[in-house]
């Protein structure tokens, strides 16, 4: 980096300290030092090198651009998927595109996968990547406001506290959160009758409610029953938009209100930490582990990272599994055959026979959950065609080679899961739904150990890497993957759904994914016809 690009990063740097330390004060200031951050930015972009060659070798292609700074970012956000699959079809599994004045490079295949999740810390970070989204949204302390190291001790606090006793409690809990609210939302609606819901609010509902119950514990969840903790929250997602990727903070009422929801969200699970050490309360959920829980130099988490480490648990898992459960519904409501399966597949384990009506089945276990197995495929090829993350990205610390490239610091590597679980070599016919083809794969399994190994610490080589890999893997993946069968087997037992007709084309309304969001999540119209069935 030459002495323009080390004076304009400094110049940028100090713009944004200044914004942040006077974000309370003169808007029309503020707006002005926004104004002019994006200016020199901008400014900077022009100078920025080609991205063609390093000191020690070639960098990957560029994708081609006719706009400074914007770049290819018009094109991506409209279909980052087909847009990398194009690239790919030009200039091979690494390339690299421009986008608001960042240099993305993109890494597929198998190898690419493996080289992103795998990239030594020195090299890339995380860190570098999210720390602008995330850290305001969840607070100090915690995740990206940390060194990896102690992150990765914070994960672990999680993961212990997600044992097997705890799930065994977990199921009664998610059964009775989603048959109470099903009978809410179909309350007024008579056996046999046809309504309309719209899919994803729904999905939601029923995600916040069995989350914040397993994982925090009934205090929480009461809390979700008044309209102030629903409001805090949907203020912290409001933190999840696009923009906050590229600008930490700005002038504008979403940031006002994430920083305002992040400062009552904490005061209000600390208020909780505390009587439940006054009451000395014993409970089976992670905010009781993260209580208890010491790092390896023997300090404990503050009351402020335990309370800010439960925010980023229920945002950070939140978005993911109702945008899976909806996908997993609206897959089914094309394949009713496949339902009928799953009901007889519940019927055999749950009763050893095939033909148990669904009302009279008996509740779910943690251990009939697990012999589902038909459901989890399910899961897993909706998570296959539906990947929740488009994109995951490092920040380029240092100069790093892949393959025949050297990516530069500074550039921003990208594993994209969708692309991968649309390789045709890998899933023939991969446009299809087909759960049989994961019948006897452990790919994609939502469970930490397999076999005895450490999942974590499995080879990142392979093509189909729902919840990630290595260091970063998704410590929630055995939780989404009860939560989401509890929920769809449960569903498909009281309800018969099908897709939505067009009254003009009269054809069936299939959701595309909304890339407007930073999930994937199905864009509206994403509404099923639902029946209730009839009991005999």
């Not at 914004?19 to 900077?44: C, G, Q």
């Not at 055959?337 to 033909?355: R, Y």
């Amino acid at each position: 980096m030459g002495v323009i690009d080390s004076a304009v990063l400094d110049l940028i740097q100090q713009v944004s300290v200044w914004i942040e330390s006077n974000k309370d004060n003169n808007l029309p200031a503020l707006a002005a030092s926004a104004v002019a951050v994006i200016v020199v930015t901008l400014f900077w972009s022009w100078f920025a090198a080609s991205g063609t060659a390093t000191s020690s070798g070639p960098a990957p292609p560029m994708v081609k651009y006719s706009v400074p700074f914007i770049g290819n970012a018009i094109e991506y956000g409209m279909d980052p998927v087909a847009f990398m699959q194009k690239c790919q079809k030009i200039y091979g599994d690494t390339y690299t595109f421009l986008m608001m004045g960042r240099r993305m490079t993109v890494c597929l295949g198998a190898d690419g996968n493996n080289f992103m999740f795998n990239v030594k810390l020195k090299d890339a970070s995380a860190e570098g990547a999210y720390e602008t989204l995330t850290v305001p949204v969840f607070g100090s302390e915690v995740v990206y406001d940390v060194p990896n190291a102690l992150f990765m001790e914070q994960k672990k606090f999680v993961k212990d506290s997600l044992s097997t006793a705890a799930f065994k409690a977990y199921i009664p809990i998610i059964t009775q959160e989603v048959k109470a609210y099903l009978h809410s939302l179909f309350e007024n609606v008579k056996e046999g009758e046809e309504v309309e819901i719209e899919t994803f609010e729904a999905m939601s509902e029923l995600t916040i409610r069995t989350a914040s119950h397993c994982l925090m514990g009934k205090e929480i969840r009461d809390g979700f029953n008044t309209g102030h903790v629903t409001k805090l929250y949907h203020d912290l997602d409001g933190g999840f938009a696009p923009i906050n990727v590229f600008f930490r903070w700005l002038p504008l009422p979403s940031y006002f209100a994430r920083d305002n929801a992040n400062r009552e969200m904490t005061n209000f699970f600390k208020s909780i930490i505390k009587k439940r050490r006054a009451n000395k309360t014993e409970t089976l959920d992670v905010l009781n582990g993260l209580m208890k829980a010491e790092y390896k130099d023997g300090t404990r988490p503050s009351d402020d990272a335990i309370s800010h480490l439960m925010i980023a648990l229920l945002l950070g898992g939140q978005h993911t599994s109702s945008t899976t459960s909806s996908w997993m519904l609206f897959e089914l409501a094309r394949r009713p055959e496949i339902i009928a399966d799953l009901l007889k597949e519940q019927s055999m384990v749950l009763t050893g026979k095939p033909d148990t009506p669904a009302h009279l089945l008996p509740d779910l276990t943690l251990e009939s959950l697990k012999q589902l197995t038909l459901m989890d495929c399910v899961m897993k090829e909706t998570l296959r065609l539906h990947a929740p993350i488009h994109t995951i990205m490092r920040l380029v610390e240092n100069d790093v080679q892949h393959k025949d490239y050297v990516i530069p610091k500074g550039h921003f590597i990208c594993a994209a899961p969708q692309v991968s679980h649309l390789t045709e070599s890998k899933f023939p016919e991969p446009l299809k739904f087909d759960p049989v083809r994961h019948v006897g794969s452990d790919e994609g399994a939502g469970e930490w150990t397999i076999n005895g190994v450490d999942v974590a610490q499995k080879s990142a080589k392979s093509l189909f890497l729902p919840f990630g890999a290595g260091r970063h893997r998704c410590i929630g993946e055995h939780f989404a993957f009860i939560q989401n069968k509890a929920i769809v087997a449960l569903f498909i037992r009281e309800f018969a759904h099908k897709l939505c007709v067009d009254s003009k084309t009269g054809k069936q309304i299939f959701p595309v994914p909304d890339y407007t969001s930073l999930i994937a999540v199905p864009k509206a119209p994403r509404n099923l016809m639902v029946t209730k069935k009839t009991v005999a």
